[in-house]
């Protein structure tokens, strides 16, 4: 059976005054049917620039290509869910027109919308929040309501750009928990870009591993754990094990990085 | 803050307000009367309130004349300007090229420009409707061009990623993000507008507030001229406290605040 997401050389050079800057170098990943891969690299390795290719906001290099269930994507515009690191919630919105902003822009009516939110709202942590306005709940909420309004939008694919980036890391640890759980009762292809190991292996059924730019494939490991998994999984041997090796992984990429900054400096 | 507190606080500053006001007409009333002579240039509150009574039946329909004129050309500045700013957010290339000609014809003095409307549109309404929209229109656009571009990028991207085009993108996000940007150029513009609909009239009319303010300025009734004054102040604090409630009702989140 063909890959839900396949990317197929995909590579971005941007044109600046003085010359040509290389982010990604050309990529080759298959995501399968169901699959939550993480992905985590060094800061500047591009991991954002390949998930605006894949979310259809950037054009790849002439040469690359995307494709949804073995079928090349002309445009993955309105077929692809994406979760951005900040939440971006409209602060004109309650908390359930916000969630629901995605369908109503597919062209589900809002009545219809509204009722599938109310669904699944308290499986988010949201109950009795629907008519809140974003103004008056925590970070963690806030991005929950993201979350929602990403899982709301019918797409098989979703891609999350370290979602919990930006919060404390007892929040944190609870909703990547509670991901873990939302991901198993709804089954979705999950792209996860994250700088926190633990997170990626805690989360991932795969991680991959990016060079420092440009961008390309360093390490892919399978992560073998046993769903469901619990926070204690994270002291296992086998959870160990795995996050030295990714760790050593992206050390030396970070190096490489910082070595070629400073050959990049001017003498003097 | 608790709202038996919230009103005890409002209860205080109109308390506040209320005795200011008497304070300064009551100041005004003593100056003039030991100062001001036979004639003063500036009558007495209690004079021009008289004459307020008075006439009241010609001030009323004078005002009722001015701010006809004024809303018309408002409600049109704010439908033509929000609509411009709506094709020139659309297309940079279009207001790169056309935004110096609607500079340029903004610094043309409203007074000089003013005689060639009233020959364009007659003595009625609608050369005073022309002016006070030519008044106001300009720095809506400007406000609503630059609201409409103050969007956030990656809340564009987020609503693209959703399929979103150009008229839901719009709709959906960058019409309440200009919304903020939108009432403070209308709150302007109230102003603007009445002063397009006053100077119309000094112009070529035989009704309205302007019109009362120029005879009486003619026949040296300053007491006249003042009460045009001050219907022209009632006029414009009514004006802008519509606005006002209008943003009020239409802004209920918590918006950056762009109030100078």
Redesign the interface.
């Known amino acids: 059976m063909a890959d839900k997401l396949t990317l197929r050389r995909i590579a971005k050079t941007f044109e600046v005054d003085s010359g040509r800057v290389a982010v990604l170098e050309p990529f080759d990943l298959g995501v399968a049917d169901g699959e939550f891969v993480t992905i985590v690299g060094p800061s500047g390795c591009g991991k954002s620039t390949l998930f605006n290719i894949v979310a259809g906001l950037l054009p790849p290099d002439p040469g690359g290509s995307l494709l949804i269930d073995g079928r090349p994507a002309a445009s993955t515009l309105g077929r692809i869910g994406y979760m951005p690191q900040r939440d971006l919630l409209f602060p004109w919105r309650t908390v359930l027109d916000n969630a629901v902003i995605g369908l109503e822009i597919q062209g589900v009516p809002r009545a219809e919308a509204r009722r599938r939110a109310l669904d699944v709202i308290g499986q988010f942590g949201l109950d009795g929040f629907a008519d809140y306005y974003p103004f008056a709940l925590s970070g963690g909420m806030k991005q929950r309501v993201a979350l929602l309004r990403t899982f709301l939008f019918e797409s098989e694919i979703m891609l999350l750009d370290e979602p919990f980036g930006a919060l404390d890391a007892l929040t944190r640890s609870i909703l990547q928990e509670w991901l873990a759980d939302v991901c198993a009762k709804h089954r979705r292809t999950i792209v996860f870009i994250t700088h926190d190991v633990e997170e990626a292996i805690f989360l991932g059924d795969r991680v991959i591993v990016m060079t420092a730019r440009p961008g390309r494939l360093k390490l892919e490991v399978a992560v073998g754990l046993e769903r469901p998994r619990v926070p204690a999984v994270v002291t296992s041997a086998p959870f160990v094990a795995l996050k030295a090796q990714i760790l050593d992984a992206i050390r030396e990429e970070s190096l490489r990085s910082f070595a070629a900054l400073r050959t990049e400096a001017p003498p003097g | 803050m608790t709202r038996a507190a919230r009103r005890r606080r409002a209860v205080a500053s109109v308390a506040v307000q209320a005795m200011a006001l008497v304070a300064f007409l009551g100041a005004w009333e003593v100056l003039v009367r030991l100062f001001g002579g036979p004639k003063p240039i500036v009558p007495a509150p209690s004079v021009i309130a008289a004459e307020i009574v008075e006439i009241r039946g010609l001030l009323l329909s004078s005002g009722a004349y001015t701010l006809a004129s004024a809303v018309e050309g408002y409600v049109l500045a704010l439908v033509v300007g929000v609509a411009l700013a709506v094709v020139f957010e659309s297309s940079p290339a279009l207001q790169r090229g056309l935004f110096p000609f609607f500079v340029a014809s903004q610094a043309v003095p409203i007074i000089a420009f003013s005689a060639v409307v009233i020959l364009w549109f007659g003595n009625g309404p609608l050369s005073k409707v022309a002016i006070a929209f030519y008044l106001s229109f300009f720095p809506v656009t400007v406000s609503v061009v630059k609201g409409l571009q103050s969007c ?1 990028p ?2 564009v ?8 085009g150009r008229l ?1 993108l719009l709709w ?2 960058r019409m ?1 993000v200009m919304l903020p940007f939108l009432f403070v150029a209308l709150r302007v513009a109230t102003t603007t507008a009445l002063i397009g609909a006053i100077v119309g009239e000094w112009f070529g009319d035989n009704r309205g507030v302007g019109t009362l303010i120029l005879q009486s300025l003619y026949a040296e009734d300053t007491v006249r001229l003042w009460c045009g004054i001050v219907a022209c102040a009632i006029i414009g604090a009514l004006f802008y406290l519509v606005v006002v409630l209008l943003e009020r009702w239409l802004l ?4 950056p605040a762009l109030d100078a």
Request: hydrophobic content about 55%; aromatic content about 16%.
């Open positions: 956030d990656m809340s991207a987020l609503l693209r990623t959703f399929g979103a839901q959906k996000l309440p209920w989140w918590p918006a």
